[in-house]
């Protein structure tokens, strides 16, 4: 793609409000587009006509960005954009996709920024309006920011992921027409095969569910909005929570390898994201720039939803199907779903809702490959 392009950014959290404003500073046409239930979330950004951007850019620039829409309309926010980033969580992109569907033109690229298994459970939805062969759809490993709301309409930006962020659309014949246009403003998202390697790949999924466990009481004890007092949860990480991240990074691994994945372990991944290493993943966190992040329980409640009810079921029935173990996956599952007393099985993301039900390893490869089987 030559010129940058016009973008549309959905979601008006810490994510989507700095990939908007740091868009915008890189000189982007952006629309924010929230969804109408959660208006309250731009009502700032709305009065002030965009948003303050601090901290570490991709731009290279921060300061106020005044953003060329801020809206709730899904028709005007789409309208003549090249590309859609969809910046929320895994349980907000069924809200997002059934908004401004309706109104994707043809030729649109869809990026969702952590993945998630999002392609595949947005494809059949696509395919019943006729329109998942009109337009491009990509998923990512992972956010290129972590970031934090500090005030109405102030997003700052902790650190930017500057190296290998994984993209890879479905079907995978697609992914150089996304990577094409990402990549005029986040040169380091790379290509991989396939959404195996995305989803498969997320590296938020490894430590939030294990690292909670042994301190889970004192997170939810110590209550916080994540700007005070609380729980440094990455600064606090423990030894046996790391026993429990690698446990579990261990049966993802093995899954990715049985579909032809070829993944790095967290410890390595965040090593080339962030720098970060130690003896073990708790000690690579303790003395990291994350260290000193107060957890916002609230927030940290919707990250183990995210992780275990759109991930974590869905890789157990994996391992069930390939007849590879996971112990310690289910395990989480169930002690978590005991503590906060919610019942991650249910409701949960399942092969049958990602297509994947059923095939067999080369069909599944052949799947997410081919978008057919």
Not at 31 to 39: A, F, G, M, R
Not at 91 to 98: I, L, M
Not at 184 to 189: D, F, G, I, R, S
Request: glycine share 10%.
């Amino acid at each position: 793609m030559k010129g940058l392009p016009r973008v549309a950014v959905c979601g008006g959290g810490r994510g989507g409000t700095a990939i908007a404003g740091d868009l915008t500073l890189m000189g982007c046409q952006v629309n924010l587009l929230e969804i109408e239930q959660l208006k309250h979330n731009i009502e700032p950004i709305i009065q002030r006509g965009g948003v303050e951007i601090t901290g570490e850019t991709q731009s290279g620039k921060t300061g106020f960005a005044k953003l060329n829409l801020v809206t709730t309309n899904p028709k005007e926010a789409l309208r003549g954009v090249d590309l859609i980033l969809v910046a929320v969580p895994a349980f907000g992109h069924k809200a997002f996709f059934d908004a401004f569907s309706p109104y994707l033109e043809e030729g649109q690229s869809i990026l969702v920024t952590t993945s998630y298994w999002a392609c595949l459970r947005i494809a059949g939805k696509l395919r019943e309006m006729g329109i998942f062969d009109k337009v491009n759809v990509a998923e990512a490993m992972i956010l290129p920011y972590a970031s934090n709301i500090v005030g109405p309409a102030a997003t700052h930006i902790h650190r930017t992921k500057e190296k290998e962020i994984a993209l890879a659309a479905f079907p995978a014949s697609k992914t150089d027409k996304v990577l094409d246009i990402v990549r005029t403003v986040y040169p380091q998202h790379m290509k991989v095969p396939n959404v195996l390697w995305t989803s498969l790949g997320n590296v938020n999924t490894p430590l939030h569910g294990p690292l909670t466990i042994p301190m889970a009481g004192l997170i939810l004890d110590r209550y916080s909005d994540g700007h005070s007092g609380g729980v440094k949860f990455y600064g606090e990480a423990t030894t046996p929570g790391a026993a429990l991240v690698e446990a579990y990074d261990r049966e993802r691994l093995d899954i990715a390898r049985e579909l032809g994945v070829d993944l790095p372990s967290i410890s390595e991944v965040m090593f080339k994201l962030y720098g970060y290493k130690g003896k073990d993943i708790a000690e690579a966190l303790r003395k990291s720039e994350h260290a000193e992040m107060f957890v916002d329980v609230k927030f940290h409640t919707g990250l183990l939803e995210e992780d275990l009810r759109y991930f974590y079921v869905s890789l157990s029935q994996l391992g069930d199907a390939f007849g590879i173990p996971t112990p310690a996956t289910k395990a989480i599952l169930t002690v978590l779903g005991a503590m906060m007393g919610t019942n991650y099985w249910e409701g949960a993301t399942t092969l049958e809702d990602i297509g994947l039900a059923g095939l067999n390893r080369d069909q599944i490869v052949r799947y997410v490959t081919e978008g057919k089987v």
